[in-house]
């Protein structure tokens, strides 16, 4: 079946730094990916969204200048929190969709990368 | 707007009973639900997925129904198993002509299968 890893599974940085998380799809190739973060106890909330070789889509409430995605490819994409804060630990959960698939088909979630701002 | 509610929000069973998860949404225009399993610390993996005209899916020991009329969807674990201790979400994809429609999470239910 389809895989979606990410790298790291978790992250420790200091305030201020920044912090790239990597996406892959590893037997298909993704037209669109998912960025995802989940806070304890809430469901995921969607990010952005990237299609290959185009800027992402962020969502409203979600600064574009903070979080840098990059899918210049069709089985990678970065996601990089730039001088993060406290605030931004969560968990951060990207999902691919494979091209050429109709809505009915899946998109698959990678395991998730812990951020923890300290 | 577009939500999805899920009940209980969590649950203890023993291990080898059965149980069910609710999800109502009020997502419109509907395209299909899904239902994922998430393991602490882990993305959600697919447990079914269900379209406007199908009213029952199966998936081993996970079986999950829809009532499209009145907008509520269940999970039925048979023979639960420790392993099946995780959280279920219930996920609706919004029908959008001619692209992809976003998916409205529901915040799970967290269920802890006890020896």
């Known amino acids: 079946g389809a895989v979606v890893s990410q790298h790291p599974s978790w992250v420790i940085c200091k305030s201020g730094t920044s912090v790239k998380i990597e996406c892959r799809s590893l037997?298909?190739?993704?037209?669109?990916m998912f960025w995802y973060r989940q806070f304890p106890k809430q469901s995921l909330m969607l990010m952005a969204t990237?299609?290959?070789?185009?800027?992402?889509?962020?969502e409203q409430g979600v600064e574009k200048d903070k979080f840098l995605i990059n899918h210049a490819s069709l089985t990678l994409s970065t996601l990089t929190v730039t001088s993060a804060h406290p605030e931004d630990s969560s968990f951060y959960i990207c999902?691919?969709?494979?091209?050429?698939?109709?809505?009915?088909?899946?998109?698959?979630f990678g395991p998730g990368t812990r951020l923890t701002v300290t | 707007k577009n939500q999805v509610e899920q009940s209980p929000q969590s649950l203890i069973i023993l291990e080898g009973k059965n149980c069910t998860l609710q999800?109502?949404?009020?997502?419109?225009?509907?395209?299909?639900l899904r239902w994922y399993k998430q393991d602490t610390g882990r993305g959600p993996v697919s447990l079914t997925i269900?379209?406007?005209?199908?009213n029952t899916k199966s998936n081993g020991r996970y079986t999950a129904t829809l009532d499209a009329d009145t907008k509520q969807s269940s999970l039925h674990i048979t023979a639960s198993q420790l392993s099946d201790s995780a959280s279920y979400i219930c996920?609706?994809?919004?029908?959008?002509?001619?692209?992809?429609?976003?998916?409205?999470f529901g915040k799970g239910t967290k269920l802890s299968v006890k020896p």
């Open positions: 990237s299609n290959e070789g185009s800027k992402a889509t962020y």
């Open positions: 269900m379209t406007f005209s199908e």
């Open positions: 999902s691919a969709r494979a091209s050429g698939t109709s809505d009915r088909y899946e998109q698959y």
């Open positions: 999800c109502n949404y009020t997502v419109s225009p509907f395209s299909n």
């Open positions: 037997d298909f190739q993704a037209t669109t």
């Open positions: 996920v609706v994809r919004v029908y959008t002509d001619g692209s992809q429609g976003n998916l409205i």
